[in-house]
């Protein structure tokens, strides 16, 4: 994580409050959604409770409560529930934290929060690919393994979440052939304002970065064939939101923009 957003999380929600704002602007963004913190208390079992004080200053902001197939007594459940009827509306999705937990998406663990999503219309964001920890397990998160909770769990929404890089062929065809499956193109490169600038600023961009690979990435992209399918993400703070939308734009046909900036999006999380 970039040094001065490290000070963020730690220092008083003001300061978080107002670099969300510069940085919602600068992307011209509506809405953003928070992801859950893992090891929430236990009025707090999504992980949500410093979204949700943050939502109070930040016009837009959303939040995504944690899936966490360790917590699955009937306490914990009672609890979650709870918290989503009484935040529902500021609560849009799921996050199953694949990879970084050492639990595969097909884990009898995760079932009683894929129902949980089922009963509250919540669609289940799920991380895919490459882990940004040396202690995570990135066979857990190989985008494979959800086609198995895919078709077992027809009624849930899943969102792929960063096209599970580096196995976006894969992750293509789990999205190609599950009509509950999309995918979010957040977290496909990290790295400052500079080092995407560079890559905009080229003749044309190069064919691989670090931790992406873009002709791979347009063919996963042509695969699937359908621009409904594929959400904006940052993955802040590993990137600027602004410069980082100005790349995908970069990698979107213009004719389809208004589709993965915002309609798939409004259909998807029920905006």
Avoid: C
Wanted: hydrophobic fraction near 40%; avoid cysteine; glycine fraction near 8%.
């Amino acid at each position: 994580m970039p040094e001065d957003a490290e000070k963020l999380y730690k220092g008083p929600l003001s300061g978080m409050a107002d670099r969300l704002k510069v940085e919602m602007d600068q992307a011209k963004l509506k809405f953003a959604f928070g992801m859950g913190s893992l090891g929430g208390l236990k009025e707090d079992p999504l992980g949500i409770a410093r979204t949700l004080e943050l939502t109070k200053s930040v016009s837009g902001l959303k939040a995504i409560g944690v899936a966490d197939p360790r917590r699955t007594e009937p306490e914990h459940l009672r609890a979650v529930e709870a918290q989503i009827e009484r935040h529902r509306e500021k609560l849009v999705a799921f996050k199953a934290y694949l990879g970084y937990l050492h639990f595969g998406p097909e884990d009898p663990n995760y079932v009683p929060y894929y129902r949980l999503a089922a009963k509250y219309h919540l669609p289940v964001i799920v991380h895919t690919g490459d882990n940004w920890s040396t202690t995570a397990k990135v066979k857990y998160a190989h985008p494979l393994r959800m086609d198995e909770v895919a078709v077992d769990h027809p009624e849930v929404r899943f969102v792929l979440a960063h096209f599970g890089n580096p196995w976006l062929i894969d992750a293509a065809e789990v999205v190609f052939k599950n009509p509950n499956v999309w995918a979010d193109l957040s977290g496909l490169f990290v790295g400052g304002d500079k080092e995407i600038q560079d890559l905009l600023d080229a003749a044309k961009i190069p064919d691989s970065a670090p931790g992406l690979v873009v002709s791979d990435l347009k063919k996963a992209i042509g695969y699937v064939g359908d621009y409904k399918k594929f959400l904006y993400g940052s993955d802040w703070p590993l990137a600027p939101m602004g410069s980082y939308r100005r790349l995908i734009e970069s990698l979107i046909p213009k004719e389809h923009h208004q589709e993965v900036f915002r309609t798939n999006a409004e259909h998807l999380f029920n905006i």
